[in-house]
């Protein structure tokens, strides 16, 4: 008689924050970050890529 195997183990849970771009932007395209007084543009293209510039 075989004995049943151990459930799997779960996954850890992704240690990195995740943000929605979209979320950030509210909807819009640009959004602004600030780190450390310095302050940053996010962009979102109409390619839908990101970028980022200070």
């Given amino acids: 008689m075989s004995q049943p195997s151990p459930p799997p183990k ?3 849970a992704d240690p990195v924050p995740s943000h929605s771009a979209r979320d950030l932007t509210n909807g819009g395209e640009l959004a602004r970050i600030v780190l450390d007084g ?17």
């Fill in 38 to 54: 310095q302050s940053y543009t996010l962009r979102i293209t109409r390619a839908g890529k990101l970028i980022l510039t200070k």
């Fill in 10 to 12: 779960p996954m850890p």
